[in-house]
């Protein structure tokens, strides 16, 4: 088993890049905090018969911060997850994206078809497809100005995770919480505005030829169930619910694991 550190250069950034175990290639793109240590469990799973490949986003966790962190795009950390593994010289991959990492995930397919052989959206954020977006903000915005009222953007940040984490988030280390806390600036400044915009034309996602799986979680909002149904409808693809809640990976990595496997 292979289990490697470095810094890669891809699409004009410096990613954070840890790529562990032997076998046919998985890449885990990050959600909110954009940190790979979030997969901690599930890489270590998965790593039992793939080439796993985890890393910080873009301005994230041990990736380096660049002047130009205020903007950012899903179409930009798609292009660098596609550069990523282009730098690494992988064969086809499949790609797996928990929340907004999910629409990463998806655009970098859309994106660059030829570079995945299969992509696994769980919970996708897909805020600007749904029929009524505010009340989907209206459910995390009380929480995160709580949290920057009691300890600052890193306290939103953290209040905004755990919130999401629901009864997972007894699972998150505390080395994974200073990363959020750390990445807060970027999460709540840079990024939450900018992905929640972000949609797919109808039109790609009909015509991708990729094997697509859109996973929702048993213990799950209506804003997310919403979001999954309308890629699921769009790319002909039937919506599939596996345990636990938005951030499953936390505590049901295994459920998640057999999901990427059985793309292969």
């Not at 240590?37 to 490949?53: M, N, W």
């Not at 655009?107 to 769980?122: C, I, T």
């Amino acid at each position: 088993m292979t289990d490697e550190t470095a810094l890669v250069e891809a699409n004009g950034a410096r990613l954070h890049v840890e790529v562990t175990g032997h076998g046919t290639p998985v890449l885990l793109v990050p959600g909110a905090g954009g940190d790979a240590r979030q997969y901690a469990e599930l890489a270590q799973l998965l790593a039992q018969s793939h080439t796993v490949i985890a890393y910080d986003r873009r301005n994230n966790g041990r990736s380096p911060q660049r002047s130009d962190w205020a903007e950012t795009s899903v179409p930009l950390q798609a292009g660098d997850a596609v550069a990523l593994l282009e730098s690494l010289g992988t064969e086809p991959c499949v790609v797996f994206g928990n929340s907004t990492g999910a629409l990463i995930a998806l655009a970098a397919a859309l994106k660059s078809p030829e570079r995945f052989r299969g992509a696994v959206l769980h919970e996708p954020a897909l805020l600007a497809v749904l029929t009524n977006p505010d009340e989907a903000m209206a459910t995390v915005q009380p929480v995160i100005a709580a949290g920057v009222e009691a300890d600052g953007l890193a306290g939103g940040a953290e209040a905004f995770v755990r919130f999401a984490a629901g009864d997972a988030a007894a699972r998150l280390t505390p080395e994974l919480i200073d990363g959020l806390r750390t990445n807060a600036k970027i999460l709540l400044e840079a990024e939450f505005g900018a992905f929640a915009s972000w949609r797919p034309e109808p039109d790609a996602l009909s015509e991708l030829s990729l094997p697509l799986a859109v996973l929702s979680a048993e213990q799950t909002a209506p804003f997310f169930l919403e979001a999954a149904e309308w890629i699921a409808s769009h790319a002909g693809v039937n919506r599939r619910t596996i345990p636990g809640g938005h951030m499953g990976f936390l505590d049901h990595p295994r459920e998640l694991a057999k999901e990427i496997d059985a793309m292969f």
